[in-house]
């Protein structure tokens, strides 16, 4: 992510009454270099376990909490969205009508 864009998303973000701390981790997420990449329609599991694991696991709301419990075991398709680039560390899941996002990290390709 280039200075530019940094900026317009610090901006953004500000504007929508994050932290600053809120605002360093999540631009520290999502501009770090992933060597995993998956690619756009791939099928994915959620990887629930990983995913309870997470030290903010407990602060995460009840309905996202139900539905990845609810979803264990389903194979979705990963859907990129625009504004996150070509090898986005965020991406959705094309069957998940709520439109959460997920970090690939959290997620488990089919046949790998």
């Known amino acids: 992510m280039n200075r ?5 998303l610090t901006k953004e ?15 520290n997420f999502v501009t770090k270099d992933s060597k995993v990449v998956i690619p756009e329609g791939s099928k994915v599991k959620l990887d629930v376990d990983k995913i309870k694991a997470h030290p903010d696991y407990i602060k995460l709301t009840d309905k ?12 979705f ?5 625009e504004k996150y680039g ?5 991406v959705a899941l094309e069957e998940d009508d709520i439109g959460w996002l997920f970090p690939i990290s959290d997620l488990v390709i089919m046949g790998a």
């Open 4 to 8: 530019e864009k940094r900026r317009k």
């Open 13 to 27: 973000l500000k504007a929508k009454g994050f932290s600053k701390d809120k605002i360093a981790t999540y631009l």
């Open 64 to 75: 996202y909490k139900n539905w990845v419990a609810d979803n264990r075991n389903k194979v």
């Open 86 to 90: 070509e090898s986005p560390n965020l």
């Open 77 to 81: 398709t990963v859907k990129y969205e």
